[in-house]
Structure formats: structure tokens, C-alpha cells
């Protein structure tokens, strides 16, 4: 990758930029900039590049073969896909303050969209509210993906420009802001960053570049080729640039098993490496979503990855949900509850009816399971966005949210969830035109209809009201809103004075865990300086099991009520 030229525009000094484009089957690619038409020339593997004097906060754009394009690599689009790109020199940026960043064991997470965090939905609103989740003992935000996509709303996972901050949240300052305010308060900073597809309206790469993409599609489009130099480039620099641009503190990559290289996904493994690399004074996490369940990227520089396993046995277990990706856990949801208790994930290469999948992972420290009882994911791909609340009722959930706080996997939090909304969550976007409102909605339709969903009463995705439902806040109940808050806090506050001296001290076995009845645990997690001890009721009272000695938390009587958790943590 070293001897690849880079694509985008770099500032190289005395006012001097670089431009390049891979654009192998051109005859001509030149730089628009200002009233200047600037010829690139190409090597021998079609990569376009030159110099020009240029202003910080000029536009630009390539054109290729006599059609202009944004630069794919654009770190700023203020007039969204289609307008030109403008050139952004990050180290004009003063930050304000250092930053030294946090251990991964103090994690507790909050995944946030900022077009729907707030009713203004930009980045300095949501840096506004930050003090909120900052008293409330969250110690990481992770943004959901922020890259420039077609129109003005949508969930950020259909981005084309991958490089450039969504321009209706606000410009590249505005987020560096966020940050900033973000850390300042405690608070790391990590974006989910999407590297496995493209979104369907906007991109244009494989007009100038086909050989970017190959013939192994992905569930949203077209395969990307990473086993080429010139694309492993393009999304290498790309997760460089946000790292650094943006003083982040590390990313959570979705969909990784879909980031397919032939190679054993060397690219994720080299990208770790080069991440691990960098001399930034604050240590860099790298979280994964991999739906194979293979321990092999954590045992290759990655810190965690999203368990899924945890969330989708719990939900069938309390809610009987059995349709969809939730039918691998029908036999016995209990059962996989209990195996996730103690051992982190359910799925570990044993016998299926569906077929193996996994492998054993027990091994690793229990940072390397991230663990939500809802995610943008189970929450927003339900045809009503129904969060777990609205399926199961507020006392097992507020049971269920002290087990997520309390055992030692690393939580996340969807926004709302700290103080117990029932606000749904949909999918939304907004397509250039009709044709693509009418695939968007054929396309939702049929998914949603294929696993088990009654469509009767679901919003348009395309409208406008599908986002405006699923801002949480301000809660309708400011009463009942701030009781949950309290209970975060005070859960919070337990694992960072309990809980986290633990982890630090290293695991020193498996968790036990002990079935009292059909739906009632009793777990203990040993670690070096001491050990977590809970009794959890699910559906039925703990049946035979003693309450526990000196709890630390008590929500009702596992002993004797269906739902229910005591927790006791020794050092």
C-alpha cells in the first residue's frame, strides 16, 4: 500500500494541495478548481494525480472524461452528494485542551444518531446535551455512521462519500467540536464506520472505477474489491483520516464479514495493525460487528465485538419472538441465555439445526463482548420500531437494564434507553426521487415481510415523520423519565466504583451459572481482586435459590417474583 498514491485532496504546504483519483478506464481526469481546469497524470495503474495552489475552503471537483464528479475522498460536501467538494486542511483546527483518552474497561457506551438526538438534529445541538450523559456516568459515545449520503435524513448506513461528515449535521468543525466537548467531559468518541458497501443513490465510483467493486455482492450491493491496492488505500486512508482528523478515540466497523478479501480479511487485520501503530498519547479501540462469531480479529488487534448472541437469546426469552434472525434461538432461548451468561456468546461452533457457526471465545477478557439489550439494528428493523419496553413491560425492563450495567461484558446503551423511552426507533431515509421512494419502499416491504412482519400501521420510510417519531427526547413523562435516570446513575456509578477494578484485575475463570427453575439464574464471574455474584429472574421466580447476603443492588425478589436481579460484588 505504501508505493499507492492517495486519493482526495492534501494539503502539502506553502499553500500547495495534491490531488489524486483512481480512474483507470479514463482518457482524461483534470481538477476543477475555482476559474482553473488542472490537467492529473496518470501512472501505469490508472491513478490520476497533480499539484495546484489552492485556498482552504475552495470547492472543487474532478472531471472525468468531460463529466465532473465529487471527489469520492471528500472530507467536506456542503451541498450534499451531487454539489462539489471543498477542501478542508484539518490542522487549522486549534483543539482546545489534551486528551489521553480512557482504559476500554471504563466503557460504558451510548450509541447516538445525531439527526435524531436532538430536534435540531446537528452537532452542536447534540454537544449541547452531552453534560446530560457525562452526569450520568457514560464514559463513550459512539456516533452512528456519519458519512455524506444522499438527501438530508436517513440512518447513515447508505453513505457514498465516506470521508465527509453528513453536511446536514453541520460542518467538519462542528463535529471536531462535539468532540472536543465530548472529552472534556470524560467522554470518548467513537464512529461507526461502514466500509462494506455503498449506498444505492449518489455513488458514482463505478463509472470511472469498476474494477472497485467484484463479483461477490454483499446484502446492500455490490462486493467491493478489497484484495486491490488502489481500493484497500481508498479505506485505509479513509479510517486514517477520521482517526486523526477528528481526534477520535477508535471505531466500531460494521459488518466486517462482509469486508471480503480473499485473503482471510487481511485488510481488517493490516488496518488494525497500522491503527495499533500510530502514536496518538491515547490508546485506540477498535470494536467489530462480525456475524460470524469467530474470536480470530479479537485475537488479531481488535478489542471487542457487538455481541449480538446476548441480545437476540435475551429478547426471545422475554418476548417469544421467534421470526426472523431470532429462530436460531427458538429451542431453548433460556438455555442460550444461560450460555452467554457464562461464556459471553451462545454460538461457538457446537451442532445447530441451522448449522454450525462460531467458534469457542470464552477465552477472551469479557471486554471483548459488547453487550445491549437494543440497538439502531433490533430496535429500528421491526416494521413499527417497537423498542424492548413496549414489548415486555417497565419492570423487566428496568430489570433487564441493571443485568446489562452490572455483569462484566461492556454495555451500550441506545439513546432514550438511559431513562427508559418507549419512543420508537424506524428506519428512515430520503431518495432523490420518486422511482427510488418507490424501491425503498418496495424493498422494506418485502424484507420486513419476508420475516414475519405485519406491515399494517408502519410509517414510509421515505417521509419525513419516519425521523420525527424517533427522537426520543424531551420524554413525555418528565417524571417517570427521570426515575430511570436515577437508576442509571446509581448502576453506573456501582460498576465504575466496583465493577471496573474487577475487569482491571483480569478474569480468572468462566461464569458459573446455576438454573433455578425454567427462567431463573444464579451466576458468579471470578476475577483476580474479587468476584460479581447475581440472581436473575426472567419470567419466573428463582425456584429453591437463597437470596444473596449483602446485595449491592436489589430490584424486587428473585426468590419470589418473576422479574427480578440482586447483585453482590466482592473485592
Known amino acids: 500500500m505504501s508505493d499507492t498514491p492517495r486519493w482526495g485532496a492534501h494539503p502539502i504546504g506553502e499553500g500547495?494541495?495534491?490531488f489524486g483519483l483512481w480512474a483507470p478506464t479514463a482518457e482524461q481526469v483534470s481538477v476543477q478548481l475555482g476559474q482553473q481546469d488542472i490537467p492529473l497524470r496518470s501512472d501505469s495503474r490508472g491513478f490520476w494525480?497533480?499539484?495546484?495552489l489552492a485556498q482552504d475552503g475552495m470547492t472543487y471537483r474532478f472531471r472525468v472524461d468531460g463529466a465532473e464528479i465529487p471527489d469520492p475522498a471528500s472530507r467536506a460536501q456542503p451541498e450534499g452528494v451531487d454539489g462539489p467538494s471543498r477542501l478542508v486542511d484539518p490542522s487549522r483546527y486549534r483543539w482546545q485542551g489534551s486528551w489521553a483518552g480512557r482504559p476500554?474497561?471504563?466503557?460504558?457506551?451510548?450509541?447516538?444518531?445525531?439527526?435524531?438526538?436532538?430536534?435540531?438534529?446537528?452537532f452542536a445541538a447534540a454537544a449541547r446535551r452531552l453534560p446530560d450523559l457525562s452526569e450520568l456516568g457514560v464514559t463513550a459515545i459512539q456516533l452512528m455512521p456519519l458519512s455524506q449520503f444522499s438527501g438530508q435524513r436517513g440512518w447513515g448506513y447508505d453513505g457514498v462519500l465516506i470521508r465527509a461528515p453528513h453536511a446536514a449535521y453541520g460542518t467538519p468543525d462542528d463535529l471536531r467540536d462535539f468532540v472536543a466537548r465530548a472529552q472534556s467531559l470524560g467522554m470518548m468518541v467513537f464512529l461507526d464506520l461502514v466500509m462494506n458497501h455503498f449506498g444505492p443513490f449518489g455513488n458514482l465510483i463505478p463509472s470511472y472505477a469498476p474494477d472497485f467493486f467484484n463479483q461477490r455482492p454483499t446484502p446492500w450491493g455490490d462486493g467491493i474489491a478489497f484484495e486491490r491496492p488502489e481500493v484497500?488505500?481508498?479505506?485505509?486512508?479513509?479510517?486514517?483520516?477520521?482517526l486523526q482528523d477528528y481526534r477520535l478515540d477508535g471505531f466500531r466497523f460494521d459488518a466486517v464479514h462482509e469486508i471480503r478479501d480473499g485473503q482471510d480479511q487481511r485488510f481488517m487485520r493490516t488496518l488494525a495493525a497500522e491503527l495499533r501503530a500510530l502514536e496518538l498519547g491515547r490508546p485506540i479501540h477498535l470494536i467489530c460487528e462480525d456475524e460470524r462469531n469467530l474470536p480470530d480479529l479479537r485475537e488479531a488487534?481488535?478489542?471487542?465485538?457487538?455481541?449480538?448472541?446476548?441480545?437476540?437469546?435475551?429478547?426471545?426469552?422475554?418476548?417469544?419472538?421467534?421470526?426472523?434472525?431470532?429462530?436460531?434461538?427458538a429451542a431453548d432461548p433460556f438455555a442460550d441465555v444461560a450460555h452467554a451468561l457464562s461464556h459471553g456468546q451462545v454460538d461457538e461452533g457446537q451442532p445447530h439445526a441451522e448449522g454450525p457457526r462460531g467458534a469457542p471465545a470464552a477465552h477472551l477478557p469479557w471486554t471483548a463482548f459488547i453487550n445491549a439489550n437494543q440497538t439502531h439494528d433490533q430496535i429500528g428493523n421491526r416494521a413499527l420500531g417497537?423498542?424492548?419496553?413496549?414489548?415486555?413491560?417497565?419492570?423487566?425492563?428496568?430489570?433487564?437494564?441493571?443485568?446489562?450495567l452490572l455483569m462484566p461484558f461492556l454495555p451500550m446503551l441506545f439513546m432514550g434507553e438511559e431513562e427508559g423511552s418507549d419512543a420508537p426507533f424506524l428506519f428512515f431515509c430520503d431518495p432523490p426521487d420518486e422511482a427510488g421512494r418507490a424501491a425503498v419502499r418496495e424493498g422494506r416491504s418485502a424484507e420486513l415481510t419476508r420475516i414475519g412482519y405485519d406491515l399494517s400501521g408502519m410509517p414510509d420510510p421515505?417521509?419525513?415523520?419516519a425521523l420525527a417519531v424517533s427522537r426520543p427526547y424531551p420524554s413525555a413523562d418528565a417524571a417517570r423519565a427521570e426515575g430511570w435516570r436515577a437508576l442509571t446513575r446509581e448502576l453506573i456509578?456501582?460498576?465504575?466504583?466496583?465493577?471496573?477494578?474487577?475487569?482491571?484485575?483480569?478474569?480468572t475463570g468462566l461464569g458459573e451459572v446455576r438454573r433455578h427453575g425454567p427462567k431463573a439464574y444464579a451466576v458468579s464471574w471470578p476475577f483476580a481482586a474479587g468476584e460479581i455474584r447475581m440472581l436473575l429472574s426472567l419470567g419466573a421466580p428463582a425456584a429453591g435459590a437463597a437470596s444473596l447476603a449483602a446485595p449491592d443492588v436489589s430490584l424486587n425478589d428473585p426468590t419470589r417474583d418473576p422479574f427480578a436481579i440482586e447483585v453482590e460484588i466482592t473485592s
Not at 421515505?462 to 415523520?465: F, I, K, V
Open 16 to 18: 500547495r494541495w495534491r
Open 104 to 122: 476500554l474497561e471504563e466503557a460504558v457506551i451510548f450509541e447516538l444518531h445525531v439527526g435524531a438526538f436532538t430536534p435540531e438534529g446537528t
Open 462 to 465: 421515505t417521509g419525513e415523520a
Open 301 to 329: 488487534g481488535f478489542d471487542a465485538e457487538w455481541n449480538d448472541d446476548w441480545h437476540n437469546a435475551m429478547h426471545v426469552a422475554v418476548t417469544g419472538e421467534t421470526h426472523g434472525y431470532y429462530s436460531r434461538f
Open 49 to 52: 494525480s497533480g499539484q495546484a
Open 493 to 507: 456509578a456501582l460498576r465504575r466504583r466496583k465493577i471496573v477494578p474487577l475487569l482491571k484485575s483480569g478474569k
Open 232 to 242: 484497500a488505500a481508498f479505506f485505509r486512508d479513509a479510517a486514517l483520516g477520521w
Open 386 to 404: 417497537e423498542r424492548l419496553i413496549a414489548l415486555i413491560g417497565e419492570e423487566p425492563a428496568r430489570v433487564l437494564h441493571a443485568a446489562l
